[in-house]
């Protein structure tokens, strides 16, 4: 059971927010009936919320106040639930929390990334959700299991993250965040665009012997192939300062799985070219098969 109260319009519809509400639920496996309050606001009201709940003076995209007191080791379950004082007889369902929302937030966001304000409204909401049943953003590790159960209930609602050019364009820059970079400074993100329709992200990851780093490329398409991934449609390379073109290294090993592939890299605010990986990489070692002729 979903409650928005709309302080300001939102193109998002009421059964939006309930679909995604009840996917969220579904992805954490939770049955029993629980309802959330949805507060769609500005900048202003958000930053009032920010300020006289938080004591945080500035304007954000999206706040949560959970119920109860969870955290990543210890994230909802039915059986929390049944134990809570939480359950409501008048609405016949547990109340989970409270989720506010910045409108003029959440549609500039989604001109940054390239997708829908539909798709980021409701990515607000999903990750607000998330923080309602425990799960947080504080390391890497709770930040990837994090936004995994944001993207599975994301889909179920055909809000997927929009995977044309602009969006993998936006998931490299995502991704250049989490790059390990202490002795070049240069960080770059990719994300890679499997047959499958899933996208596989990668950063570079330095090491103080030179010789072992990894490229985000690489670091990408091998997390792809460790998942049974086989066939690639397009990558996006995201760095700073200058075009993230793929090394000699990288380009070989994307053409073993994909010579055709697109190759979008973007830098420096939002810049962006692209080109073929048969252009990039004209006379690539090829794939044999066992009767000597190659593919």
Not at 131 to 137: E, R
Request: charged share 25%.
């Amino acid at each position: 059971m979903t409650h928005v109260v709309r302080e300001t319009p939102s193109p998002v519809t009421d059964a939006d927010f309930a679909g995604l509400c009840a996917a969220c639920l579904r992805v954490q496996g939770i049955t029993l009936p629980a309802s959330v309050n949805v507060r769609l606001t500005d900048d202003e009201g958000i930053r009032d919320v920010n300020r006289d709940w938080r004591g945080i003076d500035r304007a954000t995209d999206v706040l949560s106040f959970p119920a109860m007191d969870l955290a990543p080791a210890r994230t909802l379950t039915d059986r929390m639930l049944r134990r809570s004082p939480l359950f409501s007889p008048e609405e016949g369902a547990y109340e989970l929390g409270d989720v506010a929302i910045s409108v003029p937030r959440a549609a500039a966001q989604a001109g940054e990334y390239g997708h829908s304000a539909r798709r980021e409204t409701l990515y607000l909401l999903a990750h607000g959700m998330f923080h309602l049943m425990g799960y947080d953003h504080e390391t890497p590790e709770d930040r990837q299991r994090m936004r995994e159960k944001e993207e599975q209930a994301l889909a179920m609602v055909d809000a997927a993250r929009d995977e044309g050019a602009a969006g993998l364009l936006a998931a490299s820059r995502e991704a250049r965040e989490h790059a390990y970079a202490p002795y070049s400074g240069f960080k770059v993100g990719a994300a890679l665009l499997g047959k499958s329709g899933k996208v596989y992200t990668g950063c570079n990851v330095e090491n103080i012997s030179f010789g072992l780093t990894n490229c985000a490329e690489r670091t990408a398409l091998f997390k792809a192939v460790s998942e049974g991934e086989r066939e690639f449609e397009a990558i996006a390379i995201a760095a700073q300062g200058t075009p993230p073109w793929p090394c000699g290294a990288c380009r070989q090993a994307l053409s073993e799985f994909a010579p055709a592939l697109r190759v979008h890299v973007t830098w420096d605010g939002g810049s962006a070219d692209e080109a073929g990986l048969d252009a990039l990489l004209p006379s690539s070692f090829l794939k044999f098969n066992k009767d000597g002729s190659h593919e």
